[in-house]
Every structure is written in C-alpha cells, then in structure tokens.
C-alpha cells in the first residue's frame, strides 16, 4: 500500500468510530506507531479537522464528510460472498439490510465490473439445513436496543414449548452452535440469561434505559459458557 493510500484508509478508519488512538491505527495499517503519527500529522496538515482527547484518542470534528467511497472489485467480491453467509445465518431484517447496502455498492461499480460480479453470484452457493434458517426479524432491533442500552421485552419459548414475557436489558449478541444468542439481564430472574433468538415469539424496544450502571461484558459472560464455538 502506498503512503497516499494509506492516509486515505487511516482517515477513513478514524471517522468510521468515535475515538481512535495511535496503537489501534499501527496494528490496523502494520506500521510502527512512529509512522503513524507522522501520517496523522499529514493528515491534519491537508486541512482535515481532527481533534484528539487524551486517554480516548483521535477523532473527525462533526460537520466533515468524506465523499462517497467507491469500492474495489476485490473489495465487491468479498461483499458479495459474505452475502451467503448472511443469507444462511441472519435473519429477514438483516438480510434486507445487507442487500440494500450490497446493492449501493454494485451501483458505484462500472458496467464491466457489475457484469463480473453478476456472473461470480450464480457461481456462489452456501447450503444450510432448513432448521438453521430464521424466519423472524428481531436482529435489527435487537441490535438498535443493545447500542442504546434499552430495555426490552420479549415473549420467549423454551424448550418445554411454555411462553413466558420477560422484561431484559440486552447486552449483547452472541453466536455459538449454530444460533444466535442473545445475552441479557433478565428482571424475572435477576440474572443474566441466554435467550435463542430463534425462539423469540415477539419483542418491543420499550425505549426505557438500563436500570443497572454497570452489567458484564460479553467477553466476560463468553468465558462462562460450557462450549466454545
């Protein structure tokens, strides 16, 4: 990868959070963290605003937008495949995200280029048995009440086939053997639970906080697991 490049993918991998520091920018570009400093210097030397706090690291000010990014066929071609697997382990909200954002993608493409990738779609194939496929559509919100820390509820089976209505604090998703998990402090149990996604019967984002300040990680709670994959 060339400098201009570089300063390029590091600008863009520092808008794509809300802090970066200078470690996580060396490991992501392998280059020492002398390297990129300079390249951060420059970066900011072409007039870019960045900002930067300490302890919590680098960061675009509000109000500054890369224009649109144009993807490689390489880059196409990895989106494309990952669309299988999106296919056969997510659900209908997911799957409908990824192919609209799959298709904004293809249309920054050129006519050759879409026809290659059009072509390389019939030639990619994931099959999964039936019984993994989800037909529900919880992951989206799933996902939006476990960034803003909103409690939900949820009407949950379990593997006797009993409904019950469970009041949750979501703190994460998780997928090991073969499913989605999803991770939570349950209000009826006063514990943390797993719950399968796939039998979730219905949910609501209840838009209220979490109650509790601080709950474990899930890298925490993965530790505690009997299985690891």
Known sequence: MNRIDRLFGILTFIQSRKFTSIDRIADKFHISKRTAYRDVKAIGEQG???????NKGYFVMDGFYL?????????ANAMLLMESIVKG????????????????IKGGLQSEEKEKLESLSKR??????????MDSDFLSVLQEAITAQHQIIIDYKNNKEEI??????????LFYAMRWHLIAWC??????RDFKVISIMGMKNT???????KHMTLSEY???LSVDY
Do not use: M
Request: hydrophobic share 30%; proline share 7%; net charge positive.
């Open 48 to 54: 870019i605003p960045l900002g930067f706090e300490t």
């Open 67 to 75: 224009p649109p990014v144009s993807f490689t066929t390489e880059e």
């Open 89 to 104: 382990f997510a659900d209908k909200s997911i799957r409908k995200h990824y192919s609209s954002a799959l298709d904004k």
């Open 124 to 133: 990619i194939r994931l099959q999964v048995p039936e019984c993994f496929v």
């Open 164 to 173: 019950s209505n469970r009041q949750l604090e979501p703190l994460g998703l």
């Open 187 to 192: 209000h009826l149990r006063k514990d943390y």
């Open 207 to 213: 838009r209220l906080h979490f109650t509790i300040k």
């Open 222 to 224: 993965q530790k505690t």
